[in-house]
């Protein structure tokens, strides 16, 4: 059963460019959470997303960044015209549940974005 | 805002020494979870607690929570290089939809 893939590993932008980065979850998960990890930093959590659905986006800046988990295909986090503070790891997470209940997210290796 | 704050941030040991960190945080919980993060990498799940618990073990971990002082403890007995990683502190955010971690302890294990 293979784990949450995350694609690109590594994504290099130049500032106003778009950045998309890819999410799949665990097989059986339909619960996506994304998360931005700056440098000596934790986790950030940015949207909670189901299938076609964003349940909870409290964390997502106002502009520039998107979310989506089409009923077919992975989740994407869109960020649009990106700045150089955008440069950030970005993980996934999938859960088998709705919400957290106690239950363990199972994390992505990370999106490495830079920014030039 | 930060929920959980890990206590120390850097923590520097020999092998086969014992690493505790702490982690603190503000409101009131149903649980919180350890994970750690290798260099470079993902997170991985180390271990739950919920908030009607005192203390749980997993292998070479043991999880302590104590809900009146709003903290809980990470130790890991007879530590190996291997555990040389970042580990984090994680509660639930009131609506139950993400976690909210601190800013992690970084131990560094030596042979």
């Known amino acids: 059963n293979a784990g949450v893939m995350q694609n690109p590993r590594h994504l290099v932008r130049r500032r106003g460019q778009e950045a998309r980065l890819r999410c799949s979850p665990m097989k059986g998960h339909s619960h996506v959470y994304w998360y931005r990890q700056l440098p000596e930093e934790g986790l950030k959590f940015m949207v909670y997303l189901q299938k076609e659905n964003i349940i909870d986006e409290s964390g997502m800046p106002k502009e520039r960044f998107s979310a989506e988990f089409p009923k077919e295909g992975p989740s994407i986090l869109r960020i649009q015209q990106v700045v150089r503070g955008d440069s950030a790891a970005y993980f996934c997470?999938?859960?088998?549940?709705?919400?957290?209940?106690?239950?363990?997210?199972?994390f992505g290796p990370g999106t490495r974005l830079t920014v030039l | 805002s930060q929920q959980g704050e890990e206590d120390p941030q850097a923590l520097s040991i020999q092998e086969g020494e014992n690493a505790t960190m702490n982690c603190s945080y503000k409101?009131?919980?149903?649980?919180l979870q350890w994970y750690r993060q290798n260099s470079g990498r993902g997170l991985v799940h180390l271990i739950l607690i919920r908030s009607n618990e005192r203390e749980k073990h997993s292998g070479r971990l043991r999880v302590t929570l104590d809900t009146s002082k709003k903290s809980s403890s990470l130790l890991i007995t007879a530590s190996r290089a291997a555990d040389t990683a970042s580990y984090f502190c994680?509660?639930?955010?009131?609506?139950?939809?993400?976690?909210?971690f601190g800013k992690g302890t970084t131990l560094s294990v030596s042979s």
């Open positions: 997470a999938s859960s088998p549940v709705p919400g957290l209940a106690g239950i363990e997210q199972f």
């Open positions: 409101t009131s919980i149903n649980n």
């Open positions: 994680a509660t639930e955010n009131q609506a139950g939809t993400a976690l909210i």
